[in-house]
């Protein structure tokens, strides 16, 4: 959430409480985030309350009278009360808690408020973390789909503009969902109807945020199409973005995307210089501060991965190898499918070695990895690369054969 969301969410949260709209003001959360006004009114902090799903104690506010006798905090929370007050606000991963008061309660006002915005972004959550577990599939899709339209839907009831807009936001955030679905799923049909209709929402919106991420999977789909042109320049059109200009980790992410279309289209030079940008970009991030939830699967370990694409795309396969080991130390072991995904690179860079064995090892593991769970479009994609490659580069070689017989049926199986 913004200071702003903040503020109305509290107004409506205090509507609702008293049959008057709350005076909370921007510069009212900012007072709170600095920690220049350590506990708000009594209607304020019942507010605070509903909102967040948390204590006014858990978020930081000390009451008067004991803040000089108030124990320092357990060692399973070890920030100072001011990191709470800071993250509770614009944090991406706390919103999960957000609004259960109110949506629990069966309430639902004529009125469409920032409370059920909130609900929906929870819910384009959930579909966010549905697909780190399982991949782009259409049953995502259609959720996705059908939370745009709900979204859409209470557009036809009262509320402000502001919140008109954060509608538009959200619908934006369900359809390019819906597009990340498809594209992961390797089903590219429907993608760009989805990203055409997202950034038309982001427009109506005024949310650069979103229109950042619809440029960045425009990038993505175009990639996969091989349409790489396009690719680049809608990977140069999230470069313009205001979020872009605001965040070097968005900054980062938009030079990377530019720099894997730059390597396909064959320009190198350019390719790595794009890279270098991103890397430079994200050493001036703030890697403690909060992301979007889009932008969640973003950072060292995703740059590493992406810059093994490019490196070996450029023809440095060495440097591809290592920059896929140095993705793999980075990322967490729950991460399976990026893990997944980085170990196929691994297996490449290590094929265009010459080191067939290694590779066919390096490439077996991405199935252990992914057991139990289907094999997303793209990765099996990815796959078909190695095995393309491989056959390439050792047509007669009794270890390609064996892989192909092995592996064949479990990666070409939607």
Not at 90 to 111: D, E, I, K, N
Not at 198 to 205: I, K, N, V
Not at 249 to 263: D, E, N, P, V
């Amino acid at each position: 959430m913004s200071a702003a969301e903040l503020t109305d969410a509290v107004n409506d949260a205090i509507l609702k409480l008293t049959g008057k709209t709350g005076a909370t003001s921007e510069r009212t959360v900012f007072r709170w985030l600095s920690g220049e006004n350590q506990w708000p009114q009594q209607r304020q902090r019942i507010a605070l309350e509903i909102v967040t799903g948390r204590t006014i104690t858990d978020l930081g506010f000390v009451p008067r009278g004991k803040r000089k006798t108030v124990p320092p905090p357990p060692p399973a929370l070890p920030e100072d009360p001011s990191v709470h007050r800071r993250r509770f606000v614009g944090a991406a991963t706390g919103t999960a808690a957000v609004a259960v008061p109110l949506v629990s309660s069966g309430f639902r006002p004529s009125h469409v408020g920032t409370s059920d915005v909130i609900r929906l972004r929870v819910h384009v959550e959930n579909l966010v973390e549905l697909d780190a577990e399982r991949g782009g599939h259409t049953a995502l899709e259609r959720a996705a789909l059908a939370g745009a339209s709900e979204a859409l839907g209470l557009q036809k009831r009262s509320t402000t503009q502001r919140v008109r807009q954060r509608l538009f936001a959200v619908a934006s955030d369900f359809t390019a969902t819906a597009a990340w679905s498809v594209i992961d799923a390797g089903q590219l049909d429907d993608a760009g109807r989805h990203l055409d209709r997202a950034l038309t929402l982001a427009g109506m919106a005024q949310d650069s945020e979103m229109t950042m991420q619809v440029w960045n999977l425009r990038a993505m789909l175009a990639r996969q199409r091989g349409e790489y042109a396009e690719a680049v320049a809608a990977a140069q059109a999230a470069q313009t973005t205001t979020a872009v200009r605001r965040s070097p980790m968005h900054a980062s992410l938009a030079h990377a995307r530019t720099a894997i279309g730059l390597a396909h289209s064959g320009d190198h030079r350019a390719a790595l210089r794009s890279i270098g940008r991103a890397e430079t970009a994200i050493t001036k991030a703030d890697m403690t501060a909060p992301l979007p939830i889009w932008m969640a699967f973003y950072g060292p370990a995703e740059l590493h991965s992406i810059t093994a694409i490019v490196r070996d795309v450029v023809g440095h396969p060495a440097e591809a190898e290592a920059a896929s080991y140095r993705a793999l130390a980075a990322l967490p072991e729950t991460y399976r499918r990026n893990r997944a995904n980085a170990t196929v690179r691994l297996a490449l860079a290590q094929l265009h070695q010459g080191d067939v064995e290694q590779a066919v090892t390096t490439s077996g593991n991405v199935f252990e990895i992914m057991a139990g769970d289907p094999i997303p479009g793209r990765m099996r994609q990815a796959l078909g690369d190695f095995q393309r490659d491989l056959i390439t580069l050792a047509p007669s070689a009794h270890i390609a054969h064996e892989w192909i017989d092995r592996y064949r049926t479990e990666w070409s199986t939607p």
